[in-house]
C-alpha cells in the first residue's frame, strides 16, 4: 500500500453520542487510507481494515475489538484482559465523546519482505479524563500485530511531529533511568535489576531497565541502545549492541512502556545463558539517545552490582525444645484472605466465584483460613462512570434534583430540574414539588462529580421546575449536563441496580437533605459472601457517601458531621440486622488511604479527618448498642493508610487524638462526636464512657491498617513501626493495639520488569515473601509482647480471576481448555491453608542471613501434633534463579510419643508447583493469553496444581525423649513440616 506523494495527514474530532455513527466515521478514514491506490488488499494491514471496513458497516464492535485485543503483542504495562475489558465498555457502551484519528502516509509503505508498521492514534475522551491509545501495526510478511499501544515506533516517527518546538525541548530534554527515585519504597518488579548496590545477584539474573526522556515530546530511540557488563578485574561483556541487536548467548525484549507516574518511557529486558561469576562486583552500563539529543549521563546509566557466591547447599541445625514456653503468643491471624478493589463484580463472567467455592472447600480441612473477604468501601458512589469499578450506591437525598439547563441571569441563575435517574429505587416518589424540598435562603450545592458551587436558594418555581438561587463564579469547564453515554434500560444481573453516568445536580447543603437508601448491590454481594460461602467482610466507611459529600465527590467528608452520623448508624444497622451476630467478628473500618490526599482525601484537612473518625466511630457502635449487642465486643479501627512513602508514615496526628492520655500540635484534643451538643442522647456508651473518665479526649480504635505493596523486609518494618509509633505516643493505651494489614501483595500494579512478573508464576517468591513477613513480626513479638497484636492481612487481588499465565498477582488461575474453562490453586494458596493451621503459640527460630537468603523458621504446636515451618527467601530475587539450596538438620526436644510420623510439603520452583511447566507453556508460540490447553496437558497442569506430601518419613525417639530428621529447603522456597504420632495399631 503507497500513498500519494505529499503527506497525508487525517485529523477529526468526532463529537457524538451514536456509537454506530462515530465507527461509520472510523470506517471511511480507514477505508480511504486502505483504498488510496488500490482496491484490493496487498497485504494483511489491508486486508485487516478492509475486515474493519465491513464490521463497522454492521457496527459489529465485538468483531472490531476482538481483532484488536486479540492481535496486541505488545507490553505498555496494561493488563490485557484490562485492555479487552476497557474497550468493551469504552467503545460499545458509548463512553466515547472524541474520537481522533491520525494516520501518517510516512509510515504506510509495505515493502515485500520487510517488517513495516502502521500507526493509528485514538484519543477516547472520557467524561473523566482522556485517554490516548496509538495502535501500533507491524506487517510481517502474511500476519500483522499490534505491537504498541502508546507511541509510534522509533523508525515509524524518528523525527519531532510538524508543530512541535524542538529547539527549546532539546535544551531541557535529559535521559533518565526510571524508578532509581523510588528504590526506598521496595517494591520488586518497578526499580532496574539488578538495582543499584545490590548485593548477592543471582549468577543467573536478567537484567532488566526502563528508560525515559525529561521532555514529554521526546523519545528515547531504541536502536540507540547498547548495553555492556565489566566484571571487576575482567574483559567487559557486551550484552546488547545498537540497532536492537543482542550478542550471541543473550536475548529479550525492547518495547514501548507506559509508567503510570513518568510517561512514555523505553523497557528493555535481557536474559541470558551465561551465569554471571560468583563473588564478582559488576559495573553495567548503559547507553542511549533519544530523537532530541539527549544521551544517558554515567550517573544514571552506570551502576554497580555484585552477585552470589557459587551455588552450594548449605547446612544448619536447630533444636527445638517442645516442652519448654512458647516465645510468642500471637493474637490475630496471618494473610488470612482476600481482598478486592470492586464492590458487586464476583458473578461476573470470569468473577470469583470459583474461587469463592475453593475458599469455602478448603475451610473444610483447614477451618481457619480464608474467613476475610474485602470489597470496595460502602461510601463508594458511582457519580461518574468508571468500567473497572462497581459501587454500592447506598445513599441519596430525597431532595436532590438533576439539573437540565442553567440560565445565568443578570442578578441571579435559573436552574431547571427534573427527578435524578433511578431515583425509584430509592423509594423517592416521582414528581415531588420543589417547594417541599427548597425553601428561600437554603445553602444548596451544584456539583457534576468533576466541579461544584455552592449557592443560596432565591425562589422556587413548581410549574416550570426551576429554582432561581443567587449568583455563583461558573466553573472553568461548562457543566455536565449531558450524561456522556445512554441511561441504563435494565438492571444488570451481576450489579444491581439502576444508576445514571454522570450528570449535574441539584442537591441540599445546608440544611442537609433526607437520605433515602438503595441495598441491592450490597444485598446481592454479601449474601453471596456471607450467606453462601461464610466470609467475614470488612465494612468499610472510606468518606462521605452519595449525597452527603461536602461537594458531590467521593472521597472527602461530610457537609454535615452530624447527618453522617446518622447515615453511617442507618448502614450499619442495616447490616446488622441482615447478617446478625456475624456483624460482631467483622472489621469495623474508617476511612482508606487518606495520606493519597488526591484520592481520597481530597480536601487534605487532617483536623477534618480526625472528626470524621469520631462520628463515623460512634455510629457504628451506637447501631450495635440499639441492637443489644455490647459495643466494646465490636472491633472498630481503621485508618489504611497508602503508606506508600516507607517508614515515613503520617501517623503521629491521628494516633495522638485518638490517644485519651497524649496531646501533641496537629491533633484535636476532644473526640468530635462528644463534643457536639447535637448528637446528646445519640451517642455510643462505649464513647461516653472513655471521654467521661478522660476529659472529652479518646475515640475507640482497636486496630491500625497500613497497606504494603514492598518487599517483606519493607512490609514488615512498616507493620513494626506503626507499632513503634504508637506506643511513643501512648504505651498504655495502645498496648494491644492490633497492627493489621488489609491490602497487601508484593506488588499490585501491573509489573514492568518481565522477570520479576514470575513471581506470581509459582516460582517460590510468593510465599516465601509472606513466610518472611510472618518471621520477622515474630520475631519481634519475642523480643517484646506488645508487639504481638494483629497479621490479618488480606491478600490483594483483581474483580476477576487472572486468565492462563497471566502475571499479575493473584492466588487462583483460570485455565483455558478445550471445551471450558477451569479454575486451579496456585501454590500460595496452599501455603495459606497450611499456615493457618499454626495456633496463636508459637516457637520462634533464630533467623540466619545466608547471602542474600533470610532463612527463619515458627514452631506451633496444636493437640495431635508439631507443626514447623521453615523459609527462605531471597527479595531481590523474584524469578527464583538462585540454586543456593539448605539442609536443615532438627532436633526435637522433649517428644513424648514413642515413634513419630514427619510430614513434609515442599513449595518451592520445583516442587507443589506448576512453574516449570507454565513457563514452556507460556512460551510457547502465540500469545499466553488466547492459550488453550488439550485435554491431556490440562491434567498435567491440574496435578501439578495439587498440594502434595514431598516426603514421610517413621523416625523413632531415643532414649533421651529426642527426635531428629532432615528437612531440605530451597532457595526462595518453604518447606512445612508436620511431627505427629504413628497411631498404635489395634
Known amino acids: 500500500m503507497t500513498l500519494s506523494a505529499s503527506p497525508l495527514r487525517i485529523t477529526r474530532e468526532i463529537m457524538t453520542n451514536n456509537l454506530a455513527a462515530t465507527f461509520r466515521w472510523l470506517l471511511c478514514l480507514l477505508w480511504l487510507a486502505s483504498t488510496c491506490t488500490s482496491a484490493e488488499p496487498t497485504s494483511p494491514i489491508q486486508a485487516t481494515v478492509a475486515q474493519w471496513r465491513t464490521a463497522m458497516l454492521r457496527a459489529d464492535l465485538d468483531a472490531v475489538m476482538a481483532t484488536i485485543s486479540a492481535n496486541y503483542q505488545g507490553d505498555d504495562g496494561l493488563d490485557r484482559a484490562g485492555l479487552r475489558n476497557f474497550l468493551h465498555h469504552a467503545l460499545k457502551q458509548d463512553q466515547l465523546e472524541k474520537l481522533k484519528i491520525d494516520i501518517d502516509d510516512a509510515s504506510i509503505d509495505v515493502k515485500a519482505g520487510q517488517a513495516t508498521v502502521f500507526p493509528i492514534r485514538l484519543t477516547l475522551q472520557h467524561a473523566v479524563e482522556p485517554l490516548e491509545l496509538e495502535l501500533v501495526l507491524a506487517d510481517e510478511a502474511d500476519a500483522w500485530r499490534i505491537v504498541c499501544l502508546t507511541t509510534a515506533g522509533d523508525r515509524a516517527d524518528p523525527k519531532p511531529k510538524s508543530g512541535e518546538s524542538r529547539q527549546a525541548d532539546e535544551e531541557d530534554a535529559a535521559l533518565k533511568l526510571l524508578s532509581l527515585e523510588r528504590r526506598f519504597v521496595r517494591a520488586p518488579g518497578d526499580s532496574p535489576r539488578p538495582q543499584v548496590d545490590a548485593e548477592h545477584v543471582p549468577l543467573r539474573t536478567s537484567l532488566f531497565m526502563l528508560i ?473 456508651r462505649r464513647v461516653e464512657a472513655l471521654c467521661e473518665a478522660n476529659g472529652g479526649r479518646g475515640a475507640p480504635f482497636d486496630f491500625l491498617s497500613i497497606h504494603t505493596y514492598n518487599d517483606s523486609e519493607m512490609a514488615a518494618a512498616k507493620l513494626i513501626r506503626a507499632k513503634e509509633v504508637a506506643l511513643e505516643i501512648d504505651p498504655a493505651y495502645f498496648e494491644t493495639l492490633a497492627i493489621v494489614n488489609h491490602e497487601t501483595v508484593p506488588i499490585w500494579q501491573p509489573i514492568a520488569d518481565p522477570g520479576a512478573a514470575e513471581m506470581y508464576l509459582g516460582n517460590g517468591y510468593f510465599p516465601t515473601w509472606a513466610a518472611n513477613i510472618v518471621g ?84 506451633s504446636a496444636t493437640e495431635a501434633d508439631l507443626r514447623i515451618l521453615l523459609y527462605s527467601h531471597h527479595g531481590q530475587d523474584p524469578q527464583s534463579r538462585s540454586d543456593m539450596a539448605l539442609k536443615i538438620e532438627f532436633e526435637l526436644i522433649g517428644i513424648d510419643w514413642e515413634t513419630i510420623e514427619i510430614l513434609q510439603y515442599r513449595i518451592d520452583r520445583d516442587n507443589n508447583s506448576y512453574y516449570s511447566l507454565a513457563r514452556k507453556l507460556r512460551d510457547r508460540p502465540g500469545r499466553p493469553q488466547d492459550l488453550v490447553l488439550s485435554e491431556a496437558e490440562f491434567q498435567e497442569v491440574a496435578e501439578q496444581a495439587k498440594l502434595q506430601v514431598t516426603s514421610r518419613s517413621i523416625d523413632p525417639r531415643d532414649e533421651s525423649g529426642r527426635v531428629r530428621f532432615t528437612a531440605d529447603l530451597a532457595g526462595n522456597g518453604v518447606n512445612f513440616v508436620i511431627v505427629r504420632p504413628v497411631p498404635k495399631p489395634e
Not at 471445551?819 to 499454626?838: K, N, Q, W
Open 776 to 859: 520477622r513480626l515474630l520475631q519481634r513479638a519475642a523480643d517484646d509482647p506488645r508487639y504481638a497484636y494483629g497479621g490479618e492481612a488480606p491478600l490483594m487481588g483483581w474483580p476477576g480471576i487472572r486468565q492462563n499465565w497471566s502475571t499479575l498477582n493473584d492466588v487462583v488461575r483460570r485455565i483455558q481448555v478445550e471445551d471450558r474453562s477451569e479454575v486451579i490453586a496456585g501454590p500460595m494458596f496452599h501455603f495459606v491453608s497450611l499456615l493457618s493451621t499454626l495456633r496463636d503459640d508459637f516457637r520462634v527460630l533464630a533467623p540466619k542471613q545466608i547471602g542474600g537468603h533470610s532463612v527463619g523458621g515458627f514452631a
Open 212 to 684: 525515559g526522556s525529561t521532555v514529554a515530546q521526546d523519545r528515547v530511540l531504541a536502536d540507540s541502545v547498547s548495553i555492556s557488563l565489566h566484571p571487576q578485574g575482567g574483559a567487559a561483556l557486551d550484552v546488547l549492541l545498537t540497532g536492537q541487536r543482542f550478542v550471541a548467548g543473550y536475548d529479550g525484549q525492547i518495547t514501548r512502556h507506559q509508567h503510570r507516574s513518568f510517561g512514555e518511557s523505553l523497557l528493555v529486558f535481557v536474559d541470558s545463558t551465561y551465569p554471571l561469576q560468583p563473588d564478582t562486583t559488576y559495573t553495567i552500563r548503559v547507553r542511549a539517545r533519544s530523537r532530541f539529543g539527549a544521551t544517558l549521563a554515567d550517573d544514571e546509566g552506570v551502576w554497580s552490582f555484585s552477585t552470589e557466591s557459587s551455588p552450594t547447599t548449605h547446612r544448619l541445625s536447630h533444636q527445638l525444645d517442645v516442652q519448654g514456653p512458647p516465645d510468642v503468643f500471637w493474637k490475630g491471624e496471618f494473610f488470612n484472605g482476600f481482598a478486592k478493589p470492586s464492590f458487586a463484580t464476583s458473578t461476573r463472567e470470569g468473577g470469583r466465584v470459583p474461587h469463592y467455592q475453593m475458599m469455602a472447600e478448603a475451610r473444610e480441612t483447614y477451618p481457619n483460613a480464608w474467613n476475610l473477604l474485602r470489597d470496595a468501601y460502602l461510601a463508594g458512589f458511582e457519580d461518574q462512570y468508571n468500567p473497572f469499578k462497581a459501587y454500592p450506591n447506598i445513599v441519596r437525598e430525597r431532595e436532590t434534583r438533576r439539573i437540565t439547563e442553567v440560565d445565568v441571569l443578570r442578578d441571579s441563575v435559573r436552574l431547571t430540574v427534573e427527578d435524578f435517574f433511578g431515583h425509584e429505587q430509592y423509594g423517592i416518589a416521582s414528581n415531588r414539588p420543589l417547594s417541599g424540598d427548597y425553601q428561600a435562603g437554603d445553602q444548596i450545592l451544584i456539583a457534576d462529580g468533576i466541579q461544584s458551587a455552592r449557592s443560596k436558594v432565591i425562589a422556587v418555581d413548581d410549574p416550570s421546575r426551576t429554582v432561581l438561587v443567587a449568583p455563583f463564579d461558573q466553573p472553568a469547564k461548562p457543566w455536565q449536563l449531558q450524561y456522556p453515554r445512554p441511561l441504563p434500560t435494565q438492571e444488570d444481573p451481576h450489579s444491581p441496580g439502576l444508576f445514571p453516568p454522570g450528570g449535574t445536580y441539584l442537591r441540599k447543603f445546608d440544611p442537609p437533605g433526607t437520605a433515602h437508601y438503595y441495598w441491592g448491590r450490597v444485598h446481592h454481594e454479601w449474601d453471596l459472601l456471607v450467606k453462601q460461602f461464610g466470609f467475614r467482610v470488612i465494612p468499610r466507611f472510606a468518606g462521605a457517601p452519595g449525597d452527603l459529600s461536602i461537594d458531590g465527590r467521593g472521597g472527602t467528608s461530610a457537609k454535615c458531621l452530624v447527618q453522617l452520623h446518622e447515615v453511617t448508624r442507618e448502614i450499619t444497622h442495616h447490616l446488622i440486622e441482615r447478617y446478625g451476630p456475624a456483624t460482631l467478628d467483622w472489621p469495623w473500618v474508617v476511612l482508606n488511604e487518606p495520606d493519597l490526599m488526591s484520592l481520597y482525601w481530597r480536601n487534605r484537612d487532617w483536623e477534618e479527618l480526625q472528626r470524621f473518625y469520631d462520628y463515623s466511630s460512634d455510629a457504628i457502635l451506637r447501631a450495635f448498642e440499639d441492637q443489644g449487642y455490647a459495643s466494646d465486643q465490636v472491633r472498630v479501627g481503621g485508618l489504611e493508610l497508602g503508606a506508600i512513602a516507607g517508614l515515613n508514615m503520617r501517623l503521629e496526628d491521628f494516633l495522638t487524638h485518638v490517644s485519651p492520655n497524649a496531646s501533641a500540635p496537629g491533633a484535636l484534643e476532644l473526640n468530635a462526636a462528644y463534643a457536639d451538643p447535637r448528637l446528646a442522647g445519640r451517642r455510643s
